[in-house]
């Protein structure tokens, strides 16, 4: 019973008001500055999170994207591409093998 009545003492304000409790005070007002504080870092916790969350998002995205265009540009390069590419300016492929050509002969 003691217990309620310290409790409701506390929340109607009369152990604020009494001398004896005056003492305790620097002390709840540290536990009240430590929650607000533990308040304040779970939001900021929370913040994060969700930046983390959205970045990594973000990375997949842009994994994929660099995925697709790489493979994109592997197909621009396979030779007959290429060949397909040249032979509307009227250029073939040669059939003779390239030489080396000596500057001392």
Do not use: Q
Request: hydrophobic share 45%.
């Amino acid at each position: 019973m003691k217990k309620n009545k310290s409790i409701l003492s506390v929340l109607k304000g009369d152990f604020f008001s009494k001398k004896e409790n005056r003492i305790h005070l620097p002390f709840l007002f540290l536990i009240i500055l430590l929650l607000l504080l533990n308040i304040r870092l779970s939001f900021n916790a929370e913040s994060l999170l969700k930046k983390s969350i959205k970045l990594e998002i973000d990375v997949s995205d842009l994994r994929l994207t660099y995925i697709t265009t790489k493979s994109d540009l592997m197909r621009v390069y396979k030779r007959s591409s290429v060949e397909v590419l040249v032979y509307k300016d009227k250029l073939i492929s040669s059939n003779i093998p390239p030489y080396i050509i000596n500057a001392n002969e």
